[in-house]
C-alpha cells in the first residue's frame, strides 16, 4: 500500500514531453530516473498477480487435466493461424 500511495504522489506535470514532429497531436513521455523505478514496482506487481492467479488455477487441476487444456488451446491457435 505505501508503494501505491508514493506512486500516487508523482507530480504528472515534470513527465519530459516531446511534440512527434510530423503530427503536434502527438505527445511522447519519457521516463526519469524515479519513473523508472515506479514502472519497475509496476511490473512486479503484475508478475506477483499472474503468478498467484497461475497457482490458484493450477491447483484446482491434475497434469492431466491441464495437459488435455494445453492441448486444445494449441489446437485452436493453430486453427485460427490458417483463417
Not at 513527465?15 to 514502472?39: E, F, Q, R
Not at 519497475?40 to 488455477?57: P, S, W
Amino acid at each position: 500500500m505505501t508503494t501505491w500511495l508514493k506512486i500516487c504522489s508523482i507530480d504528472i506535470a515534470s513527465l519530459p514531453s516531446v511534440k512527434h514532429p510530423d503530427d503536434k497531436k502527438k505527445i511522447y513521455y519519457s521516463l526519469t530516473s524515479n519513473g523508472k523505478k515506479v514502472a519497475k514496482v509496476h511490473d512486479q506487481m503484475h508478475e506477483t498477480i499472474k503468478t498467484k492467479l497461475v497457482d490458484k488455477l493450477t491447483a484446482k487441476y491434475s497434469m492431466d487435466d491441464l495437459k488435455i487444456v494445453a492441448n486444445f488451446l494449441d489446437d485452436l491457435y493453430q486453427l485460427e493461424q490458417k483463417f
